[in-house]
């Protein structure tokens, strides 16, 4: 047994980024700055991307990506069950309706049959998430927000480094948000991009971002001095600081080495348990590319001999941390409550979820860390009564 605990995650923070953040802090500029831009440069040009947009969060970007998309009250707009509850709250935020659609049963992403059954007049938006790093249908969806003129936003919070037909997740047209919440991919301790490829929503963003401040009206205003703004609708304080975007830039020159060791450590998960019964991996469609975000897998208790909570219970008793992507948003009593979810609407999110568990993933993790998974699964599955 492992002497010392397996985290489900840490961060890989190095001397690099400890520089870059000082360099910040004794540059006398603290707030949203050159570094900032920088940062969104990097990421809109990685993905393929004219524009990004560096936010507060994740959550933030997806906020303000459904106001420049033209989402308001009474709208609806649909999303998956199985993501992080920020999804359908900033729906909710907006006075707008998170109408959910069923998971495809192999990839866990949102399935485009249950979109197309879920359209009504009043849907305006859809927001597929990439589940674990693997982008979902995009073709079908694409056709489907063509055919009903629904605006796509993507969810790639799991997502950056994934790649489509080729293409990376965030060039494909869409407004795209990424979070660097610390366990993502890359981060930036907290915030968040959107990519995409519209310049007047870019700028809208921007000044969304800051309170609806513009300084367009400057040069008509005065020759001289930068005081002058005009306010034309009230934004937020969503903007991300220097000092985070610093952590971003440096990050940025290591996502494809991350990656790549993420890829790395997954292949040999999925390898070792193949061998396992009763432990079910995510299936990959072809042509894609996924980050490898979180490696899930389900536990189907009647094969496997015991359930998932029992398995987590497990596994740390045997020092390794797990996690659970996620619990459905209809599930909440919140949303049970205000929109009148119950259990069993969407059975195939609760069938995954009820067996699902993230095994411990970051790039710093090493082969023998993943074979001390598998040996402590194996242990586990062995020492079950007959
Ligand atoms: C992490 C995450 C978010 C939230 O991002 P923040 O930067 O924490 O706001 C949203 N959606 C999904 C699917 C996530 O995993």
Known sequence: MRKTYLKFSIPSITQAE?????????????????????????????????????????????????????????????????????????????????????????????????IAAAVTSKTRAVIPVHYSGQPCDMKNIKTLARKHKLRVIEDAAHALGAEYYGKKIGGLGNLTCFSFFPTKNITTGEGGVVTLNDERKAKRLRRLRLHGMSKDGWKRYAQEGSWYYEVHEAGYKYNLSDINAALGIVQMDKLESFNRRRTRLAERYAQKLARISGIKTLTLRPKIKSSWHIFPVT??????????????????????????????????????????????????????????????????MTLKDVDDVISAIQDIQESIPK
Do not use: M
Request: with cysteine; glycine share 8%.
């Open 299 to 364: 536990v189907e208790a009647e094969t496997f001999g015991i359930d998932r909570n029992r398995l987590v219970k497990e596994l740390w008793e045997r020092n390794i941390g797990t996690s659970v992507h996620f619990i459905p948003l209809h599930l909440q009593p919140f949303y049970q409550k205000t929109y009148g979810y119950k259990k069993g609407d969407f059975p195939v999110a609760e069938k995954v979820f009820s067996g699902v568990v993230s095994l411990p993933l970051f790039p710093k």
């Open 18 to 114: 400890i520089q870059e953040v000082v360099k910040t802090l004794k540059s006398g500029w603290l707030t949203t700055g050159k570094k900032a831009q920088l940062f969104e440069e990097k990421i809109a040009h990685y993905v393929g991307a004219e524009h990004g947009v560096s936010l507060a969060s994740g959550t933030a970007a997806r906020f303000l990506s459904l106001i420049v998309e033209g989402v308001q009250a009474g709208d609806e707009v649909i999303t998956t069950p199985f993501t992080f509850i920020s999804t359908a709250n900033v729906i909710h935020h907006l006075g707008a309706v998170p109408v959910l659609a069923d998971i495809d049963p192999e990839t866990w992403n949102i399935d485009p049959e249950c």
